[in-house]
């Protein structure tokens, strides 16, 4: 179905409920993976998941289509998952970098992740990060998103992607040899 | 020590996991926040019935004014009506008031009577009455 085609089902109010439900079912997985890696908590994922799809369907009639629906779904969850950890940090009295290290250094105790020493070690790495380098280190090596499609997401050019990314795998490889 | 190259390791996932059944779970939370409320609840706008609350609202003001008004009135009519009624209704009897009465009640009320009084002696001389007087 093209995507011009789906957006208008989406719009009508006849076909908007059988549509949405397809857009739940083809994004709730990857915009979960998304947002998770950005928050990292399990229960705050599943509230910034829910408000961007609120989000997405009340300003579906502002989607104009001069982007891509899933490029435009991205940037609503990124936009709300750093807002989410902004808020949830100044709630805190901490930098959103002293949260996410806080949630990082009790990953082991968290019920929903079964990682191992490795997998700890490399979110650590990560948070040595400047934050747009862990965000496109996390989209494009967990997420594998394209460059291109990266780009549409965040609004920045392939090239400044790519540099951003070969800076991050040099910190990260440098973090991980250490003991 | 082993150098750690990115590109070959074998790749390591995030190790976030959701509980069971979560993904279904969402579904079903997310459509009743968005659907629902939408379709199937009809949302009466507050705005539309503004003018019914406001004529509501100056009829109980004058409606209350009134009735108030009233009450007042008829509260001057219900003393009446009960003085009325204790007075023709008690069951105070005289004897119930005479045990109320104490010693300085009952000297207040003797010095109304002045037996005494030369006036009233001749009074009594000069009326034919007197002997209807002291039979009542």
Known sequence: ?179 | MNEFKINKENKITSGFTTPEGYFDDFSIDTNNRIILPKSRIKVISINKKRWVTSVAAVLIIVLSITFFTKMEVSNSDDNVLMENYITNNSEISQYDLITLLDNKDIENLSVELNLNDPKMDEEFDNTNEIEFYLTE
Do not use: C
């Open chain 1, 1 to 179: 179905m093209e995507e011009k085609e789906f957006i208008l089902q989406l719009l009508n109010p006849k076909t908007q409920n059988n549509a949405f439900q397809k857009l739940l079912t083809d994004y709730k997985r990857p915009l979960y993976n998304h947002i998770r890696n950005i928050v990292l908590d399990h229960d705050d994922t599943n509230d910034v998941l829910q408000n961007t799809f609120i989000k997405v369907f009340q300003n579906l009639n502002n989607f104009k289509g001069e982007s891509k629906l899933y490029s435009w779904m991205y940037r609503i969850a990124t936009n709300e998952s750093i807002t989410f950890i902004n808020k949830k940090a100044k709630l805190s009295s901490k930098t959103s970098q002293e949260l996410k290290s806080k949630i990082v250094e009790n990953l082991e105790a968290d019920i929903h992740f079964d990682g191992n020493a490795i997998q700890i070690k490399l979110q650590k790495a990560i948070l040595t990060l400047p934050e747009k380098q862990q965000l496109v280190f996390k989209m494009r090596y967990f997420e594998e998103i394209k460059y291109q499609e990266m780009s549409t997401i965040l609004g920045t050019s392939v090239g400044a992607l790519k540099a951003s990314y070969h800076l991050a795998v040099k910190k990260i490889e440098i973090f991980m040899t250490k003991d």
